[in-house]
């Protein structure tokens, strides 16, 4: 079946705007649009994109063109700042790599052939309603002519299933397809993230926030964030995305930089409490005031030396400024943490030193002081010859020179350098602070200890000098242990109402081993208590008379059996005979 006059009439009608436009948009040089040089590093490009982009940006210029000017500035700027794009709009004056079309593409969609191209906003065709324009980011038009029924049917299409414009075009210039084809919408969806997803020469990335990025390396981190909360039709987010990527350049290191897309996080943007209206919002992530981050909006002028002070008012505060003249280490600091002093030549406490404070807050004291004189006692007494110097305090007391003279080549490098020298103190203290506990320990278990009553030692524990002396019978190597414990806390415990037991040989606590004592026990009991495994004695060693518990015992009973035999609540029975341990 032929194709139709009136179908081949229109067909050539729309190729014939095509070439004309994009004839129009070849001529747009990026270079001369961002008024840089074709030599230009990729931080001039930044540069003049930022500077052009906030004079022509629609919320700040209502002046005729500054639109169009805008969408020209960002479309340059989507070139030039793409290496890859640079060099093939350098080889054929086009950033796909065509020599002869400006960015042009074909494709086939939902029964629509389209072309997209350079131009100042996004535009297509229908057989039925004539040209239409679409709001689109960046300069695209998209041209689009549909023949009716479903893609690639025949039954709606006259030209056949598999026919669209750009095989037309194709056909008549000779070669592949002029661009490709396209199936995810128009050309000015897909620059949405342009220039910010990716990492290029001289800028900063801005990372793709998600919920599970948020939770694992932001939150409670310690780390200073600068987050931009957007939907893809929030005014304001690409200039916002290039202050911000002046300022993280600037403070690299010290401050990162995250975009959330609230159409796609709604549950994170809900969580930390963001709701959008029509513009995007801009907030930094801090721990000014509390050791837990929280979110401070951005409500001043959109460029960087104001966002730039805003962040910097906005960096961790957990080191207190020093006189050096006056200052010495704190010897007791609760909680027992080690401290750090840092010495600088700075006016104020330097940025990298804020930063640092953040990341190591809960696990270090910080001060930092001014200085130019290294003649400071202090200072000569640690060896300090140059500056920047860090000073540390240890958890048992000592002072040391942790560096002096330490490297700051940039932001970054120093906050690295800084970084490995408090991990490296940290390890230190660790071993300190774990050598002490263990002494301590083993203090405590020697201060604690309740003695084994044998032979030797029954006259010193309970002889006649004693007036009361506990003893815990054990039968199992883990009912010891149970006794010990018990008799051991005890020990420390006021239990007395009206007798006075506060002389050294009043009142004595001893273990027994009734596997290797059964005549002594039987001195108190026939039996030798042989089915018992745990038992208390209370014996009054001049009087000859003793108390028993003989139930399962825990702290709470014994104690009060011991409470009830000091203050004579208990009725004591004769022992047999005088016991005597062999």
Known sequence: MGIPFRWLLVALVVLSSVALHVAAAKSIDPYKVLGVDKNASQRDIQKAFHKLSLKYHPDKNKGKGAQEKFEEINNAYEILSDEEKRKNYDLYGDEKGNPAFSGGNFGNREGYTYFTGGGPKTSYFTSGDGWKTMGGQGNTKTFSFSFGGNPGASGGNPFGGGFDLGDVFSNLFGGGSMGGSQHGGSAGSARANTGTSSQHSGTAKIQDVTTQIFSKEISDQGI????????????????????????????????????????????????????????????????????????????????????????????????????????????????????????????????????????????????????????????????????????????????????????????????????????????????????????????????????????????????EKTSVCIIGVFGSTKAKGKLEAVLSEISKKTLIRGQNYNSGSALSYALLDKNKQSAFLSSFDKSGFKSSDELLIAYKPRRGRFALYNDEVTLEEAERFVGSVLNGDVQLSPTKQKPVLR
């Open 224 to 463: 200073t964030w600068l987050l931009l909360f957007y939907t893809p039709q929030s005014k304001g987010q690409f200039v916002l995305e290039s202050v911000m990527q002046d300022v993280v350049h600037s403070l690299d290191g010290a401050l990162r930089a995250g975009k959330v897309n609230c159409d796609n996080e709604k549950s994170l943007c809900k969580k930390v409490g963001v709701s959008l209206g029509k513009s995007a919002r801009l907030f930094i992530y801090s721990y000014t005031t509390t050791e837990k981050g929280s979110l401070h909006e951005y409500s001043g002028e959109h460029d960087a030396k104001s966002l730039k002070t805003f962040c910097q008012e906005h960096l961790p505060r957990f080191s207190k400024r020093v006189d050096i003249g006056q200052f010495s280490f704190p010897p007791n600091v609760l909680p027992n943490l080690p401290q750090v002093l840092f010495l600088s030549s700075k006016k104020d406490t330097p940025v990298m030193w804020h930063a640092i404070s953040g990341i190591f807050r809960n696990r270090l004291i910080f001060y930092d002081a001014e200085v130019h004189d290294v003649s400071h006692p202090l200072l000569k007494s640690l060896g300090v010859k140059n500056l920047p110097a860090l000073i540390g305090r240890t958890v048992n007391g000592e002072e040391l020179l942790l560096k002096d003279g330490i490297s700051v080549k940039d932001l970054r490098s120093g906050i690295r350098e800084l970084k490995t020298l408090l991990e490296s103190f940290e390890k230190k203290n660790k071993k300190l602070a774990s050598n002490q506990a263990n002494k301590k320990s083993s203090s405590q278990r020697e201060e604690n200890k309740v003695p084994l009553l044998t032979a030797s030692s029954v006259e010193e524990i309970c002889g």
